[in-house]
């Protein structure tokens, strides 16, 4: 297992509604990125932090936002929730001036109805 | 942006045989190239990376090899085991870490 942590592990919303889901990062990893991940299909790039900044996002919408804290955890924002959001959010720690490689959470399951 | 492809999406091969699970990417600028390997209700899990200035890598049963000038990318099993059904990513990113992933390939194997 690795040293990456998510909460809550299961959430049921209803649309319109909004949710945080909160990731703690590996030890001295100082970047988190998330992922979106449906169904039986393959994780979706949400967006990347780095040093409590926003370093790259894919192709979500603005109602998908984020944040780091100083001790490198983070927090995935979606409002107005669609039922198209129902997925596993998947967040990943890493040190990017290391071998680069992310370790992953065990994941947020997000129902919406 | 980057765009991956992965097949099959579904592999079943006799325990014992070797598996092949090929990718291709789009973006040049590519650099790192790691396969996750997923079980049921539980996180991506690393098996394997390689990255542009290598050509092929191998630990134990698991190998990939890149064709930078194709744009491709392939896991090899050999000496399949009941314990390696999973459903297998490959992903590609820039020097960035923003992975970009494959849609999965499911690998089954046959007692």
């Known amino acids: 297992e690795t040293g990456v942590t998510q909460s809550p592990t299961h959430l049921i919303k209803t649309r319109g509604q909004q949710v945080t889901l909160r990731c703690s990062s590996q030890?001295?990893?100082?970047?988190v990125s998330w992922y979106q991940q449906a169904l039986g299909q393959g994780p979706q790039f949400i967006f990347q932090?780095?040093?409590?900044?926003?370093?790259g996002r894919g192709n979500f919408p603005p109602r998908f936002s984020g944040l780091q804290f100083p001790n490198y955890s983070s927090e995935l924002n979606v409002n107005a929730l669609e039922l198209d959001d129902s997925a596993l959010y998947l967040c990943?720690?890493?040190?990017?001036?290391?071998?680069?490689?992310?370790?992953f959470g065990p994941g947020t399951r997000l129902t919406v109805l | 942006g980057e765009n991956v492809e992965q097949h099959p999406s579904t592999l079943s091969v006799q325990e014992g045989d070797s598996a092949v699970i090929k990718c291709t990417y789009s973006?040049?600028?590519?650099?790192?190239f790691p396969w996750y390997k997923q079980e049921l209700g539980k996180r991506p899990q690393l098996i394997i990376d390689?990255?542009?200035n290598v050509g092929e890598k191998k630990d134990q049963r698991i190998a990939v090899t890149l064709n930078k000038t194709a744009k491709h990318f392939s896991l090899h099993i050999t000496e399949t085991q009941p314990e390696d059904s999973a459903v297998y990513f490959c992903?590609?990113?820039?020097?960035?870490?923003?992975?970009?992933w494959g849609a999965g390939t499911k690998l089954i194997i046959k007692p």
């Open positions: 990943a720690s890493s040190f990017p001036e290391g071998a680069g490689e992310q370790f």
């Open positions: 030890s001295g990893h100082n970047t």
């Open positions: 932090y780095y040093r409590e900044e926003e370093n």
């Open positions: 973006d040049s600028a590519s650099n790192y």
């Open positions: 390689i990255r542009s």
């Open positions: 992903a590609a990113s820039r020097s960035n870490y923003q992975l970009i």
